[in-house]
């Protein structure tokens, strides 16, 4: 089983991914995650990453689908994955949609996680108290909401046009186990 979750930052789609993942056994890839780790390297590439990923800036196009592009032909995806933050930008788009084409990758669900930015604002501040992010203050927050609307937000508009029997609005503003019921609700029943 196949899944691509939507949302702005804050909108507790990275926590809806890991419960899902966990509760039907596929790959959780975030690639908030992947470049984080990436962050604690060291190396030349790291710096480089710190930079942009601090400023609420968006990696490159091409890093981004060669990662995604590995992970997904991985041993670790043969059950199926939930991508969370990807893809993000038209570019990233076309290649995932051409890659899962010529790999004969079917999707079962898009979800699209809608949320009222200042809520997203407030679980982002009270977030960075707890993780210490550098890109989880507020004026980075607002670049990262941006960048959303500018980049991401016609990229789900597309796949709600392209999946439409597979795409789903998800109420964001509800409570992490209120979304988690309503998620699997909808994956059970689509798979039957
Ligand atoms: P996230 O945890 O998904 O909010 O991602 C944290 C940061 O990682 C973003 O603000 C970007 O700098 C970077 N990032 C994550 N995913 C992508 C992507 N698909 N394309 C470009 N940059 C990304």
């Given at each position: 089983?196949?899944?691509?979750?939507?949302?702005p930052?804050?909108?507790?789609?990275?926590?809806?991914?890991?419960?899902i993942?966990?509760?039907?056994n596929?790959s959780?890839l975030?690639?908030?995650?992947i470049?984080r780790?990436?962050?604690?390297?060291?190396?030349n590439?790291s710096?480089?990453?710190k930079?942009?990923?601090?400023?609420?800036?968006?990696?490159?196009?091409?890093?981004?689908?060669?990662?995604?592009?590995?992970?997904?032909?991985?041993k670790r995806?043969?059950?199926?994955?939930?991508?969370?933050?990807?893809p993000?930008?038209?570019?990233?788009?076309?290649?995932?949609?051409?890659?899962?084409?010529?790999?004969?990758?079917?999707?079962?669900?898009?979800?699209?996680?809608?949320?009222d930015?200042?809520i997203?604002?407030?679980?982002?501040?009270?977030?960075?108290?707890?993780?210490?992010?550098?890109d989880?203050?507020?004026?980075?927050?607002?670049?990262?909401?941006?960048?959303?609307?500018?980049?991401t937000?016609?990229?789900?508009q597309?796949?709600?046009?392209?999946?439409?029997k597979?795409?789903?609005?998800?109420?964001?503003?509800?409570?992490?186990?209120?979304?988690?019921?309503?998620?699997?609700?909808?994956?059970?029943k689509g798979l039957?």
């Amino acid at each position: 089983m196949n899944i691509v979750f939507f949302g702005p930052p804050g909108s507790g789609k990275g926590t809806q991914a890991k419960l899902i993942a966990k509760e039907f056994n596929i790959s959780h890839l975030s690639t908030g995650d992947i470049l984080r780790e990436k962050l604690n390297e060291g190396d030349n590439l790291s710096w480089q990453l710190k930079d942009i990923m601090s400023a609420g800036n968006l990696v490159s196009d091409e890093f981004l689908n060669k990662i995604i592009a590995d992970k997904l032909i991985s041993k670790r995806c043969i059950n199926g994955f939930i991508l969370d933050g990807y893809p993000r930008t038209k570019t990233q788009s076309d290649f995932f949609l051409s890659f899962i084409k010529s790999n004969q990758t079917y999707l079962n669900f898009v979800f699209d996680f809608k949320i009222d930015f200042k809520i997203a604002e407030e679980r982002i501040v009270s977030r960075s108290k707890q993780e210490q992010r550098s890109d989880d203050n507020l004026g980075v927050i607002k670049v990262r909401l941006d960048k959303y609307m500018k980049e991401t937000y016609p990229v789900s508009q597309f796949f709600s046009t392209n999946f439409d029997k597979n795409y789903f609005i998800i109420d964001a503003d509800q409570e992490v186990s209120q979304i988690q019921k309503e998620l699997i609700k909808i994956i059970k029943k689509g798979l039957n």
